[in-house]
T-cell receptor, first 112, second 113 residues
């Protein structure tokens, strides 16, 4: 199994630009999670999906953030417009059983 | 809501020495408990989990953890640390079926030669 796949691994963009992060979950997993990791705030859950439906997006910081899961094998997290304080590592995770999550390698986002 | 505390931000041990990383949780019922490890530049890897049953849980890479309800703890142990164990370790607690899992702030492990 290839595990959770995220792209790009690194993204550098200028403030105000749109950023799209991509995730392919493990095949057969029906839960997908987006997390953000920073030194100041640690690991924060942004949103999670079950069977492609958003279940809890209370962790999404602002309307500038949006996430979609058009099918069972693909999800995106979009930031528009991006700001320097969005700089972080963004992780995608998937699970089959409740709570037992498997993480991707992350996307390191730098907004200048 | 559930929460988890990792009291130690940074721990240094010598290679070959034993290791114990502390984790305390807060939740009214029986929690789901996890330990993850994160190597630099990598994602989080699941080391072990506790859902129910035997309170001593074996994981990968020679790690084990013990669930102690009376102390609200789920400490991670390894009898002999290897240099490759140097990483950040996260304890996490889940509750119910809502997939709301909370992570601790992490403990960074340094291994001295």
């Amino acid at each position: 199994d290839a595990g959770v796949i995220q792209s790009p691994r690194h993204e550098v963009t200028e403030m105000g630009q749109e950023v799209t992060l991509r995730c392919k979950p493990i095949s057969g997993h029906d839960y997908l999670f987006w997390y953000r990791q920073t030194m100041m705030r640690g690991l924060e859950l942004l949103i999670y999906f079950n069977n492609n439906v958003p279940i809890d997006d209370s962790g999404m910081p602002e309307d500038r953030f949006s996430a979609k899961m058009p099918n069972a094998s693909f999800s995106t997290l979009k930031i528009q417009p991006s700001e320097p304080r969005d700089s972080a590592v963004y992780f995608c995770a998937s699970s089959l059983r409740v709570h037992e999550q498997y993480f991707g390698p992350g996307t390191r986002l730098t907004v200048t | 809501a559930q929460s988890v505390t990792q009291p130690d931000i940074h721990i240094t041990v010598s290679e070959g020495a034993s290791l114990e990383l502390r984790c305390n949780y807060s939740y009214g019922a029986t929690p789901y408990l996890f330990w993850y490890v994160q190597s630099p530049g990598q994602g989080l890897q699941l080391l072990l989990k506790y859902f129910s049953g035997d309170t001593l849980v074996q994981g990968i890479k020679g790690f084990e953890a013990e669930f102690k309800r009376s102390q609200s703890s789920f400490n991670l142990r390894k009898p002999s640390v290897h240099w490759s164990d140097a990483a950040e370790y996260f304890c996490a607690v889940g509750a119910g079926n809502n997939n709301d899992m909370r992570f601790g702030a992490g403990t960074r492990l340094t291994v001295k030669p």
